[in-house]
């Protein structure tokens, strides 16, 4: 089993930054694929960011250019450094975690998912 915790959601005016960060405990994340998606009210589960286990990375065209994702293999962790945020990006985030280590935009291609964290951009 993998647990998955996210942290560092908040609320930010448009045009400002945060840093979410995933941590996982139970297994390594060294050989996972990991993937960010966000879910707003009233809206289905959308893919915005994936790493592959060998680092390759995939976005969503609605971030591509504001968001990085990256991980940290000795920390455990997945990060996601969103800037340039806009109301649009408010949502609450989760992290997922994919047993095969592939970059799949695809909710059903993840094993394990986070609890999630809010993030609220203001105009």
């Known amino acids: 089993q993998v647990q998955l915790v996210e942290s560092g959601g908040g609320l930010v005016q448009a045009g400002g930054s945060l840093r979410l960060s995933c941590a996982a405990s139970g297994r390594t994340l060294r050989r996972y694929g990991l993937g960010w998606f966000r879910q707003a009210p009233g809206k289905e589960r959308d893919f915005v960011a994936a790493?592959?286990?060998?680092?390759?990375?995939y976005y969503a065209e609605s971030v591509k250019g504001r968001f990085a994702i990256s991980r940290d293999n000795a920390l455990n962790t997945v990060y996601l450094q969103m800037n340039g945020l806009k109301p649009e990006d408010t949502a609450v985030y989760y992290c997922?975690?994919?047993?095969?280590?592939?970059?799949?935009?695809?909710?059903?291609?993840?094993?394990?998912w986070g609890q999630g964290t809010q993030v609220t951009v203001s105009s």
């Open positions: 997922a975690a994919d047993l095969a280590g592939a970059l799949t935009p695809r909710t059903g291609g993840y094993d394990y």
């Open positions: 790493i592959s286990w060998t680092d390759l990375t």
